[in-house]
Structures are given as C-alpha cells and as structure tokens.
C-alpha cells in the first residue's frame, strides 16, 4: 500500500514466509524502475530492476512484476529471512534525463 | 573502489549556521545526485551533475542550498542560514550514463539536525 503522510506502511511476515511489497508509480510513460532496499542508517541498496519491455524479472530470491495497465509494480521476496527487514522503495524512470523518483516506501518486519 | 562516501556522517548545528557536505563518488561514475530524505518518506531529489556542470536543481533547492563539483570528482553541498525544516538526512549517489537503465548507487547519508 502507499503510505499517508508520514506514516509508513508495514508488512510483517513470519521467517521463511513469502513476501509481496506493491507500489503504484505516478507516470505511465516511466520506462525503468528499480527496487531499493534500506536498512536503518544506510542509504538505499539496489536489488532489482526492470525495463518497461518486460513484465516479470527474476533475481536470487526476489521477483519483480510490472503491470503497466495499472502503473503497478510488485516485489516478490521468497523464503523470508531476519535479514530482509528493511524499508523497501520503487523508483521510477522518467522519460527525458530526469533523475530517478522515488515512492514513499514500505517497511518489511521479519518475525523470527 | 569502497563505493559513495559521505563525510560527516552526522552534523547537528543551530539555527542560522552553515554546514557543508562532501561525496565522494565511485570514482568512474560521471553522474552525482544529492536527494534528500525526511523521515518515514523516500529520497527526494535536489540536484545533479554530470561530471562538472550542474544539469538540473529541484524546486527544493532554495538559494540558502548550493552544490558544486569542481573538477567533476568530489561533490559539495553547503546549505547556509539553517532552519529546523533543513533537518533530514543528506544522500548522495553516482552512476554511469546508461541510457535506459541509470542505476543509483548510494552512499550512507550525512544526517542533519539544526536545533
């Protein structure tokens, strides 16, 4: 879900549970997006990305899904470990040189 | 290469200082972004250079914000007369001009508080 204000939306799983995060991205025309991860004091990490030419992308434990019908994107986290809290952000690649935006974030709990 | 370093990594300062910034980039990267963050938010984008020139400053970035890149290495940013509303942590990011697919790659952040 996307968060109001300064509220933060939050999953909490079991361990070893899936994990589905959604983000609805603002521009239709974006043709790239990537899927950050951000542990407490660190900036955002890369872990996945996909073109606007594919629907589904695979990494090593995550999947990515883009449904540009709907402007949505998903990330997918199998076999959910402790490792894996985090505040997880979608960015979007605009068309022109304009820099990557950001959604506001979901915060992923891992329950042991 | 130890990726994008960000010095100080904390700065609390009064209201009416200046502080200042610095970013260290991965060293071939030719692109630099400074975003901002506030808390429970996501990054919120202020400025961006490529290798020396400054091709794009958001609305966020008032006049009291200024950030160079002198020799298309290194990045400062100074923010000068501080207000409480400055308080937030202070990113910074390199890539590589890849058309398409500009991959960020970011540093740990220099968190302000203006008291």
């Known amino acids: 879900g996307e968060s109001v204000g300064l509220h933060l939306p939050t999953l909490s799983v079991q361990e070893g549970d899936n994990s589905i995060i959604n983000c609805a991205y603002s521009?239709?025309?974006?043709?790239?997006f990537i899927w950050y991860k951000q542990e407490s004091g660190k900036g955002p990490q890369f872990i996945i990305d996909i073109r606007s030419n594919m629907d589904k992308r695979q990494g090593q434990r995550v999947t990515v899904l883009l449904n540009k019908t709907v402007k949505h994107l998903s990330l997918q986290i199998a076999a959910t470990q402790p490792g894996d809290s985090a505040v997880y952000f979608c960015?979007?690649?605009?068309?022109?040189?304009?820099?990557?935006?950001f959604g506001k974030g979901t915060r992923l709990s891992v329950i042991a | 290469d130890t990726g994008v370093s960000q010095n100080p990594r904390h700065k609390i300062t009064k209201r009416g200082q200046n502080v200042t910034f610095r970013c260290d980039p991965i060293?071939?990267?030719?692109?630099l972004y400074w975003y901002r963050q506030t808390l429970g938010q996501g990054p919120e984008f202020l400025t961006y250079f490529q290798n020396e020139a400054q091709l794009e400053k958001s609305r966020l970035l008032s006049d009291r914000f200024s950030a160079e890149r002198p020799k298309g290495s290194f990045s400062t940013l100074e923010i000068q007369r501080t207000e409480q509303g400055d308080s937030a942590m202070y990113l910074c990011?390199?890539?590589?001009?890849?058309?398409?697919?500009?991959?960020?790659?970011f540093g740990a952040g220099s968190r302000l508080t203006v008291l």
């Open positions: 060293s071939e990267h030719n692109r």
């Open positions: 521009n239709s025309a974006s043709d790239y």
């Open positions: 960015a979007e690649n605009q068309p022109g040189n304009t820099p990557l935006v």
């Open positions: 990011a390199s890539s590589l001009d890849s058309s398409g697919a500009n991959v960020l790659t």
